[in-house]
């Protein structure tokens, strides 16, 4: 891992790549017809961690399909970059390019937590699942979410969980996500909108 160049843009993964490519898609019970996977996800398709040299590519944008990003500076994004790929073994932002354009056009993360119970476990969360309006509907969004499940069992991660608008539960029940009963209440205070 370190820093690379691709076309002139700097290019250091958030995390290492070869924790991607060793997750076993075979122990996976989520069905892709036609058969997709992290190493073969599409045609000019790349499913890689984020890199730093992504500002550049379109992932600011894509998020604004998910929620307000607001005005983030180049400084901005790489403060935050190096302070979470510092953090080892914390964030796994997972991405897909479009080898083609040169854009990313999918995300998803893993958020792992630092318990104290559970053996001083770690608890995984999947946060900020977005694919990019014109690629959607090509099971983008499956493999991102199942690439993440099985990325937070591949680190250690006790359970998983998420929360979500009531729409998409639906959505996230089909990739073996449950609402547990007596369990199933997300609480929020907001500070900001
Ligand atoms: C939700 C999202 C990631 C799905 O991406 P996608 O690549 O189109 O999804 P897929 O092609 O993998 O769809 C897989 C299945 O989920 C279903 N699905 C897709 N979007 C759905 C939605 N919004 N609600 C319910 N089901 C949905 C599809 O019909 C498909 O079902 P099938 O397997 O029976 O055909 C995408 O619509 C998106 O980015 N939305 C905006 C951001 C968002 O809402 N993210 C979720 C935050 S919790």
């Known amino acids: 891992m370190g820093l690379s160049y691709e076309n002139g843009i700097e290019s250091e993964p958030l995390f290492d790549p070869n924790i991607l490519k060793a997750l076993d898609f075979s122990k996976s019970k989520v069905i892709f017809d036609p058969p997709i996977s992290v190493i073969d996800p ?16 379109g992932y600011l944008k894509l998020l604004s399909f998910l929620t307000k990003v607001g005005d983030i500076s180049r400084k901005q994004f790489l403060d935050r970059f190096h302070a979470m790929s510092s953090c080892k073994g914390m964030h796994y932002i997972t991405v897909i390019e479009d080898t083609v354009s040169g854009q990313i056009i999918g995300s998803a993360t893993l958020a792992v937590e630092q318990k104290f119970i559970h053996d001083a476990g770690f608890r995984g969360r999947l946060e900020d699942v977005v694919v990019s309006d014109e690629y959607r509907g090509r099971q983008l969004g499956k493999l991102l979410v199942e690439t993440i499940r ?44």
């Open 150 to 193: 099985l990325l937070a069992e591949h680190v250690g991660c006790y359970k998983i969980t998420l929360d979500c608008r009531d729409r998409m539960v639906k959505f996230y029940k089909q990739l073996g996500f449950q609402l547990e009963e007596g369990n199933s209440n997300f609480m929020t205070v907001r500070f900001q909108d």
């Open 42 to 57: 599409g045609e000019n398709l790349k499913v890689r961690p984020l890199c730093s040299g992504d500002y550049d590519r």
